[in-house]
């Protein structure tokens, strides 16, 4: 444990992934400070809409899930890497319910809504707000924790490394330098070991579905402390962002197709057949490419996606974030389609990991939409997302609880 300013474990981002293993770290007696870089609230995770996919339904197995995993990640998953995946996310979804977060059921039972590239219904999910209600759970808890230093409106600038004692060549990580962005203030903060859960780098494009606007900060520090990173360019873009002016970017879950949403042209000719037997439901690439082809060859900034057919009670209770937000833009979607376009999603790539997220340099870990693990190859898989941040947090707590405490850092010592 170090005796200066710092703790046990340094958890950059609040995330998903960032929240989950600093709970679990907490829960079994380190110290963990957790830094995040706007309010708690405004993590990635937080705005997640579809929900957790998970192999618990009765016609469903972990294999089925490995499968479209594989297929909707073009041949360039990890096998190995998916497999450990699925296996545990029905885990993940007791340990999500353990942490009080609530979903919602049908008969008793967790509802499952599918989304495109599942061969089943296998989502577990609140309405259409499920990153919300996951992250209220974890962030009431986090909040609670007296093993837990939350620092809020804090960005890291620089990991600090040096080298591994004992290992020639080898390098270590020490804490971080991190900007309190309200007092314009830089700290440093030592710890034995940091995990990098920053999210991924969808806001340095144009448009894109996230509003916290990640752009790769966690994997610009871990390449500077010498880690390797890996598929960068598999930018994932989501096929249906709403396009509106003062909305722009906006997702329009995926759940809407998958519960028959259609897609239309101006017309209101559906042409998803034309690309895919899967029609709407094909995986995310496949949907977006098909919308971007026909808005070049018609000249159009966006197309149609059409829920009203399913009615307003329907609506209301399945989409009713969907419906609240295109009410405000003027667009009541029990009566009208949504005017939708691709938009950048999600950061396939990143900081090359192990099983545990462990990376290049000893006692720094990645996890989250940060790490690169092989589980999405180029294009990942509805609700993967949260999933994989869920189980590489229970990951990366065995893995550091396992390692060796590194006693305190040499004075100095930086990137
Ligand atoms: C969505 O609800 O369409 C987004 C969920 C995800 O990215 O997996």
């Known amino acids: 444990m170090n005796q200066r300013d710092g703790s046990d474990i340094l958890v950059i981002g609040a995330g998903v992934a960032g929240a989950s293993a600093a709970l679990r770290l907490a829960d079994a007696g380190r110290r963990v400070t957790v830094l995040a870089r706007t309010a708690l609230e405004d993590s990635a995770s937080n705005q997640a809409m579809g929900g957790i996919a998970a192999a618990i339904g009765p016609d469903d197995a972990p294999a089925l899930h490995l ?8 041949e360039l998953c990890r096998e190995s890497t998916v497999r450990g995946v699925v296996e545990r996310a029905p885990d993940a979804i007791e340990w999500l319910l353990d942490q009080g977060a609530a979903f919602d059921r049908r008969d008793g039972a967790l509802d499952l809504t599918r989304e495109g590239g599942h061969s089943r219904r296998r989502v577990v999910h609140a309405a259409d707000t499920t990153g919300r209600a996951v ?27 040096e080298p591994e004692p004992g290992a020639p060549g080898a390098r270590a990580c020490r804490g971080a330098q991190v900007l309190d962005l309200e007092r314009g203030l830089l700290r440093t903060l030592h710890a034995d070991h940091v995990v990098l859960a920053t999210g991924g780098a969808s806001g340095i494009y144009a448009i894109s ?3 916290s606007r990640p752009v790769g900060d966690g994997i610009a520090l871990a390449w500077r402390a010498g880690c390797r990173v890996a598929d960068l360019e598999m930018m994932q873009f989501h096929p249906t962002a709403l396009r509106h002016p ?3 970017g906006w997702l329009v879950t995926e759940a809407v197709r998958g519960e028959g949403g ?9 042409f998803m057949h034309r690309y895919d037997a899967r029609g709407e439901l094909a995986p995310r690439d496949v949907v977006a490419r098909a919308i971007h082809t026909e808005m070049a060859a018609h ?6 996606l059409d829920i009203s057919h ?3 009670g329907f609506i209301r209770t399945h989409f009713p974030n969907t419906l609240e937000h295109c009410l405000a833009v003027g667009i009541d979607i029990t009566r009208e389609p949504i005017p939708v376009a691709p938009a950048a999603h999600y950061t396939c790539g990143g900081v090359v990991t192990g099983g545990a997220g462990q990376t290049d340099v000893a006692g720094l870990y990645a996890i989250g939409e940060t790490a690169w693990t092989g589980l999405h190859g180029a294009n990942r898989l509805a609700s993967n ?16 609880l396992a390692d060796v405490p590194r006693g305190p850092a040499r004075p100095g010592a930086g990137g």
């Open 209 to 211: 579905t996230n509003r």
């Open 385 to 400: 997302s949260l999933l994989e941040g869920l189980v590489y947090g229970e990951a990366v707590t065995a893995a550091i």
């Open 246 to 248: 003062g909305a722009e």
């Open 135 to 161: 992250m209220q759970a974890l962030l009431r808890r986090l909040r609670a924790h007296p093993g837990i230093t939350l620092l809020e409106q804090h960005a890291a600038v620089d990991l600090l490394v």
């Open 262 to 270: 259609r897609l239309l042209l101006p017309d209101g000719e559906r």
């Open 299 to 304: 000249k159009l900034e966006y197309v149609l």
């Open 310 to 312: 399913a009615g307003a």
């Open 67 to 74: 499968a479209d995993t594989l297929a909707a990640g073009g």
